[in-house]
T-cell receptor, first 118, second 116 residues
Framework: DVKVTQSSRYLVKRTGEKVFLECVQDMDHENMFWYRQDPGLGLRLIYFSYDVKMKEKGDIPEGYSVSREKKERFSLILESASTNQTSMYLC?????????????????FGAGSRLTVL | QKEVEQNSGPLSVPEGAIASLNCTYSDRGSQSFFWYRQYSGKSPELIMFIYSNGDKEDGRFTAQLNKASQYVSLLIRDSQPSDSATYLCAVNPLAAGGTSYGKLTFGQGTILTVHP
């Protein structure tokens, strides 16, 4: 089974702190993603990466940055945490199942990191 | 803005009934469509995906896709209390140049409760 591991399940930070959320996957997937999940809003894509050192903004990148120095590791960085960044953060990696039809990118999620910014 | 809308819920059905979950999407170029289940406090897990018009069955689950109507649904037959969860519809749009990176767009989710 693909395993996506997020380093912290629960974090409490102060406004203005720099926050690092780490994610590691063990199945050599090319693509990795950071989503945030808020009640009533579903999952929203923050950033994704399709190769080492390659990244693209998702739908809500403001206030976030990412780093992918190694294929298996994708980090989300909050340069200066704010209270509106209190949320559940979900990392995912994906594999394109080329023999299962077009766009058959199956995402596997980590357990999530619940961040509270005070 | 590419959007995915799900029926608002929450949805409550008795044990043994059929639960019907619906989803519409705005991007006609979307390639494939996914249903994820998320138990409270857990991360989403894939139930099934579909990319061709029609029905796709997997055990008690049937996904239905109608690209002309931009509509995808999930039917759960013989619903069980263990099916109580939030169901997320997700769409894989066609990226520029035809490359699919798996940047799924998710709906807001529908909470399903199956009561004994």
């Amino acid at each position: 089974d693909v395993k996506v591991t997020q380093s912290s399940r629960y974090l409490v930070k102060r406004t203005g702190e720099k926050v690092f959320l780490e994610c590691v996957q063990d199945m050599d997937h090319e693509n990795m993603f950071w989503y945030r999940q808020d009640p009533g809003l579903g999952l929203r894509l923050i950033y994704f990466s399709y190769d080492v050192k390659m990244k693209e903004k998702g739908d809500i990148p403001e206030g976030y940055s990412v780093s992918r120095e190694k294929k298996e590791r994708f980090s989300l960085i909050l340069e200066s945490a704010s209270t509106n960044q209190t949320s559940m953060y979900l990392c995912a990696s994906s594999l394109l199942l080329r023999d299962r039809g077009p766009g058959a990118n199956v995402l596997t999620f980590g357990a999530g990191s619940r961040l509270t910014v005070l | 803005q590419k959007e995915v809308e799900q029926n608002s819920g929450p949805l409550s059905v008795p044990e043994g009934a059929i639960a019907s979950l619906n989803c519409t999407y705005s991007d006609r170029g979307s390639q494939s469509f996914f249903w994820y289940r998320q138990y409270s406090g857990k991360s989403p897990e894939l139930i099934m995906f579909i990319y061709s018009n029609g029905d796709k069955e997997d055990g008690r689950f049937t996904a239905q896709l109608n690209k002309a109507s931009q509509y995808v649904s999930l039917l759960i037959r013989d619903s069980q209390p263990s099916d109580s969860a939030t169901y997320l519809c997700a769409v894989n749009p066609l990226a520029a140049g035809g490359t699919s990176y798996g940047k799924l767009t998710f709906g807001q989710g529908t909470i399903l409760t199956v009561h004994p």
